[in-house]
């Protein structure tokens, strides 16, 4: 929808202000880690920079390929507890910036990576942390195991339920879309069951007249009057043809309709219908109705028809403004209903409306617009053509 972005969107947005966060994290704690490191070990000032990038910079990787940082911090942590002392009076092996990162690419590991390389990083991390921190001496720290699972499994459940999240929207968005293509599906059929009732009407005609033309016609040559049995036949032969193909669109057993379709002259009928209905309806009619042609008509009619519907759902008790103002080359219809003082019900209606007015309106060559107005009403303008 206009000035909203849609979901694929909106994830690209989250995940360029992530990856953004995410470096800003990592200088800040590459600018605490290379000062200290000198604080909590013994290491020569060449090698300070190198140690504190291969403590920080893994945390990197936590959205791409967590996995491989979590490797490479854990890498980096095994290799600085062996290859460097402590300073005196300190018995931590790693430095603080170091475990939170840790921290935090194990569970960026338990969010993304498969159930078995989540159970090695944490198996890893646990027996890393109960040999090397504080109090190994005694015997393995269980505390770390329990804590660094704890941790890894909530990661999981955050997991699947993200994952279930995104399922849902992914299939909201499917219906959605399916929901919209099944309206116009069904808009397409019922206009082609108007144009075959249109057109079968008509070719009934051209039947009726050629087979009753040589009763009408004195003195008809035998030319003539093959000429008008050759008419008919082929009359009839189209119009068998238009049902085989069109009369398939009926669906649940509906019978063609005997009565004429609708009319350009039949939409004041219509409007003064839904005002004896209760409606505050009020139309304008600018040049003559007669003018306009049957199927140009017909979607006239639906139009305000569907239009009329849409406020009496959305907007009840709303004035409506019918306009009707048929040029010499096109018809120009606007439907427009005040705000309604009355809140409508959710729910009503299947919010398709619109998408198969403007369907109609394109089979014949026009455009449709709709859109809410400045004061809080909603507006359907359509201009079709008249040849």
Known sequence: M???????????????WFDIGTVAVALILYSIAWPTLFV???????????????????????????????????????LISLALSSTPGNDVPFQVVHIIVLFVLLFA???????????????????????????????????????????????????????????????????????ARRAILEEK?????????????????????????????????????????????????????????????????????????????????????????????EWTVTGSLESVPETTGLTMYRVVQESIANAARHAPGAPVLVAVAVGPGTVAVTVRNAPSATVSRPGLGGGHGIDGMRTRVEAVGGELAAGPTGDGGFEVSAKLPTA
């Open 40 to 78: 909590t070990h013994e290491v020569p000032a060449p090698l300070a920079p190198l140690l504190a990038a291969l403590a920080v910079f893994p945390i990197l990787f936590v959205r791409i390929n967590p996995a491989l940082g979590w490797a490479v911090s854990a890498g980096s942590a095994l």
């Open 189 to 281: 059929a019922r206009i082609a069951r108007d144009l075959h009732d249109v057109v079968a009407h008509h070719m009934s005609m051209v039947v009726v007249q050629a087979q009753t033309a040589p009763y009408r016609i004195a003195d008809l040559d035998p030319a003539a009057r093959g000429e008008f049995e050759s008419i008919g036949a082929t009359a009839r032969t189209a119009l068998n043809e238009i049902r085989g193909m069109l009369g398939v669109l009926r669906s649940d057993g509906q019978l063609p309709e005997h009565a004429p379709q609708p009319r350009a002259v039949d939409v004041p009928e219509l409007c003064a219908s839904a005002q004896r209905a209760g409606m505050p309806v």
């Open 109 to 179: 590991v338990a969010l993304q990576a498969a159930v078995p390389v989540v159970v090695v990083a944490w198996a890893a991390q646990s027996m890393l942390f109960a040999t090397t921190m504080p109090g190994s001496a005694a015997g393995p720290l269980w505390g770390w195991p329990i804590g660094l699972g704890a941790l890894a499994l909530f990661g999981y459940l955050l997991r699947t339920l993200l994952a279930s999240r995104r399922k849902l929207e992914r299939q909201e968005e499917v219906t959605e879309v399916e929901r």
């Open 2 to 16: 206009p000035g909203q972005l849609r979901p694929a969107a909106r994830r690209i947005a989250a995940r360029t």
